[in-house]
C-alpha cells in the first residue's frame, strides 16, 4: 500500500485498464481536508460529481485521521475489500454449515481482480461491499422481515448509491426479482422490499438534492457523461 504510486499499474493488464481514477479521488480527498468544501469534490479547481462522494469522504477521514500519503489513502478500500471476504464467508455459512464458508472467503481472496482492486483507493470495491452486504441481509432473512435485516440493507443500498450512483441500485432490483418469483406472501414481499430501497434512496438523496440546487448544469454533465456517455463513444 504504501510503497505504489497513486494511479500506477494496471487494473486489468488483459484489457490495458489503468488505475488512473485514484489519482482523481486520492486529490478530490486531499483538497477536502486541506481546503474544506466536503460536500462538493473539486479536481484541479473544478466541480467533480463523476461520481458520489462516500469513498472519497472515506479517505479524506482516513487522512485526516492518519496523515495523508498512499497507506492512509487506501485504507478504506482495503478494509472494503476484507469486508466483502467477511460478508462472503457469512452468506456461505448460512446456507451450508461446515467448510463452506473457509471455502467462499479463499476464494474470495485468491481473485485478481479483487485484491488489485482492493489495493487502490478507487469506488468498485466500496461498490462490491455495499451490493454483498445487502445480498447478504438478504441471505440470512430472505423476507427482510428482521428488523436488523432491514437496516443492513438499506444502509447497504444507500452506500452504494453513494458509491456510484446507478450501480447501487442493483441490489434492489436483484431484491424485486426474488421477491416476484417467491410463491407464499409475494404481495407482501413486493411491498416491504419497495419501501425499504425507497427508504435507501430517501438516505442517500441529500447529497444529490444539494447539489441539483446549486450546480444543476454541473451535477448533469458529470454524471451524465459517467452513466450516458462512458464506453459509448469516444472520450477527450
Given at each position: 500500500?504504501?510503497?505504489?504510486?497513486?494511479?500506477?499499474?494496471?487494473?486489468?493488464?488483459?484489457?490495458?485498464?489503468?488505475?488512473q481514477?485514484?489519482?482523481?479521488?486520492?486529490?478530490?480527498?486531499?483538497?477536502?481536508?486541506?481546503?474544506?468544501?466536503?460536500?462538493?469534490?473539486?479536481?484541479?479547481?473544478?466541480?467533480?460529481?463523476?461520481?458520489?462522494?462516500?469513498?472519497?469522504?472515506?479517505?479524506?477521514?482516513?487522512?485526516?485521521?492518519?496523515?495523508?500519503?498512499?497507506?492512509?489513502?487506501?485504507?478504506?478500500?482495503?478494509?472494503?475489500?476484507?469486508?466483502?471476504?467477511?460478508?462472503?464467508?457469512?452468506?456461505?455459512?448460512?446456507?451450508?454449515?461446515?467448510?463452506?464458508?473457509?471455502?467462499?472467503?479463499?476464494?474470495?481472496?485468491?481473485?485478481?481482480?479483487l485484491?488489485?482492486?482492493a489495493?487502490?483507493?478507487?469506488?468498485?470495491?466500496?461498490?462490491?461491499?455495499?451490493?454483498?452486504?445487502?445480498?447478504?441481509?438478504?441471505?440470512?432473512d430472505?423476507?427482510?422481515?428482521?428488523?436488523?435485516?432491514?437496516?443492513?440493507?438499506?444502509?447497504s443500498?444507500?452506500?452504494?448509491?453513494?458509491?456510484?450512483?446507478?450501480?447501487?441500485?442493483?441490489?434492489?432490483?436483484?431484491?424485486?426479482l426474488?421477491?416476484?418469483?417467491?410463491?407464499k406472501?409475494?404481495?407482501?414481499?413486493?411491498?416491504?422490499?419497495?419501501?425499504?430501497?425507497?427508504?435507501?434512496?430517501?438516505?442517500?438523496?441529500?447529497?444529490?438534492?444539494?447539489?441539483?440546487?446549486?450546480?444543476?448544469?454541473?451535477?448533469?454533465?458529470?454524471?451524465?457523461?459517467?452513466?450516458?456517455?462512458?464506453?459509448?463513444?469516444?472520450?477527450?
Amino acid at each position: 500500500l504504501p510503497h505504489a504510486g497513486i494511479g500506477s499499474g494496471w487494473i486489468d493488464p488483459v484489457a490495458r485498464l489503468g488505475a488512473q481514477d485514484e489519482s482523481v479521488y486520492t486529490h478530490e480527498a486531499i483538497r477536502m481536508i486541506t481546503h474544506g468544501g466536503w460536500m462538493t469534490p473539486t479536481l484541479s479547481g473544478r466541480y467533480s460529481f463523476e461520481k458520489p462522494p462516500l469513498l472519497i469522504w472515506l479517505s479524506a477521514l482516513s487522512m485526516k485521521c492518519f496523515g495523508i500519503g498512499r497507506f492512509s489513502a487506501r485504507l478504506p478500500a482495503v478494509l472494503a475489500g476484507a469486508l466483502v471476504a467477511v460478508l462472503a464467508f457469512c452468506i456461505a455459512s448460512a446456507a451450508r454449515p461446515g467448510p463452506a464458508g473457509w471455502a467462499a472467503a479463499l476464494l474470495v481472496l485468491s481473485n485478481p481482480l479483487l485484491f488489485t482492486m482492493a489495493r487502490h483507493n478507487m469506488t468498485d470495491i466500496l461498490l462490491a461491499a455495499a451490493v454483498l452486504g445487502a445480498l447478504a441481509a438478504q441471505a440470512g432473512d430472505p423476507a427482510l422481515s428482521l428488523r436488523r435485516s432491514q437496516v443492513a440493507f438499506v444502509l447497504s443500498v444507500s452506500a452504494g448509491i453513494l458509491t456510484k450512483s446507478l450501480a447501487g441500485l442493483l441490489p434492489p432490483m436483484a431484491a424485486f426479482l426474488f421477491a416476484a418469483v417467491s410463491g407464499k406472501g409475494r404481495r407482501q414481499r413486493l411491498r416491504r422490499t419497495a419501501v425499504l430501497s425507497g427508504l435507501a434512496v430517501l438516505a442517500a438523496a441529500p447529497w444529490f438534492l444539494y447539489h441539483l440546487v446549486l450546480h444543476r448544469e454541473w451535477l448533469a454533465a458529470d454524471m451524465g457523461f459517467q452513466i450516458l456517455t462512458v464506453g459509448v463513444s469516444p472520450t477527450q
